[in-house]
């Protein structure tokens, strides 16, 4: 008996391919993986940089004294929250008629559904002209 010889892969043969490439595959699909949660995070944390850049640039106009607690919109959905607390007596300012005082404000970051971006503590001075200081 003669054997002819066949051409192309045998079944065993293509099973033993795709399970190599599968275990080849695993590794890159668990890299994609990695790469996507990383650019998860980024985005994240730059939205949270850019929120809190935001809150400061605020905060560096608003006079604690006067408005101890408040809310304000930074926009994109952000909401600015802070809470100011004394941590000095007021004192009168030698020139220009301005009652000061020190406060740490708490200031409190959300997104447009509530959750919490970033919380931090800051000091600032407060304000008041004298003739309106108590």
């Known amino acids: 008996m003669v054997r002819r010889r066949q051409s192309g ?4 043969e293509a099973l033993v391919a795709v399970a190599i490439i599968a275990v080849a595959l695993i590794p890159l699909a668990q890299l994609q993986g990695q790469a996507s949660r990383t650019a ?11 929120a809190e850049r ?6 560096r ?4 004294m006067a408005e101890e607690n408040g809310e304000r919109s930074l926009g994109g959905g952000v909401s600015l929250h802070w809470s100011a607390r004394p ?12 009652s000061v005082r020190l ?3 708490r200031v409190i970051l959300r997104d ?8 931090f503590d800051l000091e ?8 309106d200081a108590s």
């Open 103 to 105: 406060y740490t404000v």
């Open 9 to 12: 892969f045998s079944v065993i």
């Open 87 to 98: 941590i000095s007596e007021a004192a009168n300012a030698t020139r220009g008629g301005f």
């Open 124 to 131: 600032q001075v407060g304000w008041r002209p004298l003739a």
């Open 40 to 50: 998860a995070q980024h985005q994240s944390l730059q939205q949270r940089l850019t």
């Open 112 to 119: 447009r559904g509530g959750r919490m971006l970033s919380t």
């Open 61 to 64: 106009d608003l006079n604690v």
């Open 54 to 59: 935001s809150a400061l640039a605020m905060l």
